[in-house]
């Protein structure tokens, strides 16, 4: 039995809205048949896009078959037929449009960070829980292959104790002053439009340290702006109001630590553009996006410190990788499937706004760290579910 289910998507002309909510996550899911529920439906999801830019929604919905579009929000928001509401805006516009939809009664998915202060987070959070409507916040990295090789790892008990987590995430993002254009948006780089790695980067690794490895009791972070002027889409210099580097340390439940350096502003020599190492009494794994690797303490070499001679062990050698072991999909839509199957079956959603207010959360606490030059403790905030 097939049932539509209306998705208003807001923000496709955008890159994550169109490369990976609408392309690789709502077409795909289209093109599989819809989302099986448990009592045997389908939801099949039939989106309506929605922006500023006639011509360029039109392009769009052409590329793709001709799906249904529109440059006015309140008008598909009043529509009754459409039930989902969807934002992959820029982070400063989410509150105001969302709001808009928690107050017409639509279920309500957003990229994250949910918003720009832990304030409007929260008020997100209550009004959606208010209207009794579902709610979900991407939290992508979690279905990452590398992630949930890692998971898999955990829930075997192969790290004994964890006592340490080390991520590296970042790569280069080009200026844009001398030939090679900047891979990024430029309101990324301006504190005045949200911009900013730390808003950016700490929403992921609070999700990413609360569902693998327990929460987040404490941070302290330094942030930077190693570069002061880029050039922007337009050919035009502009002056770097946000932080392109953030240098944390978390503590976390059970006394685990972890560092994470997020940076847009560094080379690759890694084997991904994030990595994430796990040192525990038994072993150890480094996660990438796709790659996990393995060494346990039985193969851990014993390195002797003697700069004098040259190295005698080779250190990548005496790691394992984790299989595959079965097909691992787009991680953004393996999250969609989940989010539109609690919708169907009104049921609860683990990445709610709750797990989105805490992301914008330890970012704000992050940057209240560096400013104070000072470790701050995260105070708890909502329920959690599941
Ligand atoms: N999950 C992830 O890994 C991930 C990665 C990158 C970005 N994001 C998040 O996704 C969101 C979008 O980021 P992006 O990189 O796709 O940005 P983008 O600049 O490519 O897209 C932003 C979208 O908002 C629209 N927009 C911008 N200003 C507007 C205005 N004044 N009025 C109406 N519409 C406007 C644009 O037309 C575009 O559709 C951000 O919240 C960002 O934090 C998430």
Redesign the pocket.
């Known amino acids: 039995m097939e049932e539509r289910i209306g998705i208003i998507m807001?923000?496709?002309?955008?890159?994550?809205?169109?490369n990976?909510h609408l392309m690789r996550s709502i077409l795909r899911i289209r093109e599989e048949g819809g989302v099986r529920l448990q009592d045997g439906r389908r939801l099949m999801p039939d989106p309506i896009l929605v922006?500023?830019?006639a011509e360029?929604l039109q392009e769009i919905s052409q590329r793709f078959g001709g799906l249904r579009w529109s440059t006015d929000l309140e008008a598909c928001l009043a529509d009754e037929r459409d039930s989902v509401y969807f934002d992959?805006?820029?982070?400063g516009?989410?509150e105001g449009n969302v709001m808009l939809a928690i107050s017409k009664g639509k279920h309500v998915y957003c990229?994250?960070?949910l918003s720009v202060s832990t304030e409007s987070a929260v008020r997100l959070a209550e009004a959606a829980d208010a209207a009794g409507v579902s709610h979900g916040v991407?939290q992508?990295?979690l279905f990452l292959p590398g992630m949930r090789k890692l998971r898999r790892l955990i829930d075997a008990g192969f790290f004994g104790k964890i006592l340490s987590v080390r991520g590296e995430f970042g790569y280069w993002v080009f200026e844009g002053d001398w030939g090679i254009p900047a891979q990024?948006?430029s309101?990324?780089y301006r504190k005045e439009e949200d911009g900013g790695i730390i808003?950016?980067m700490f929403?992921?690794w609070r999700y990413v340290l609360d569902h693998t490895f327990g929460s987040v009791e404490a941070v302290s972070c330094m942030g930077a702006t190693h570069i002061p002027r880029r050039v922007d889409e337009g050919g035009k210099t502009y002056e770097c109001t946000a932080d392109d580097a953030a240098y944390g340390t978390f503590l976390l439940e059970g006394g685990i630590v972890a560092q994470f350096n997020s940076s847009w502003v560094t080379r690759v020599y890694r084997d991904e553009l994030f990595t994430m190492q796990v040192d525990g009494t038994e072993g150890s794994a480094v996660a990438g996006l796709r790659e996990c690797k393995v060494q346990h303490r039985a193969n851990t070499p014993r390195p002797v410190w003697n700069p004098d001679v040259p190295n005698p062990i080779r250190f990548r050698d005496g790691w394992a990788e984790v299989p595959d072991n079965m097909e691992f999909d787009n991680a953004?839509k393996v999250e969609w499937e989940m989010y539109l199957r609690a919708v169907g079956e009104k049921a609860a959603f683990r990445h709610d706004f709750w797990d989105g207010a805490r992301g914008v959360q330890l970012a704000d606490l992050a940057l209240q760290s560096w400013s104070q030059r000072r470790w701050i403790d995260v105070p708890g905030l909502g329920k959690r579910r599941g």
Do not use: I, Y
């Open positions: 807001n923000g496709v002309t955008g890159r994550m809205g169109l990976q922006g500023r830019n360029k992959s805006g820029t982070t516009m989410r990229e994250k960070p991407v992508d990295k990024r948006p309101w990324n808003l950016d929403a992921h953004f």
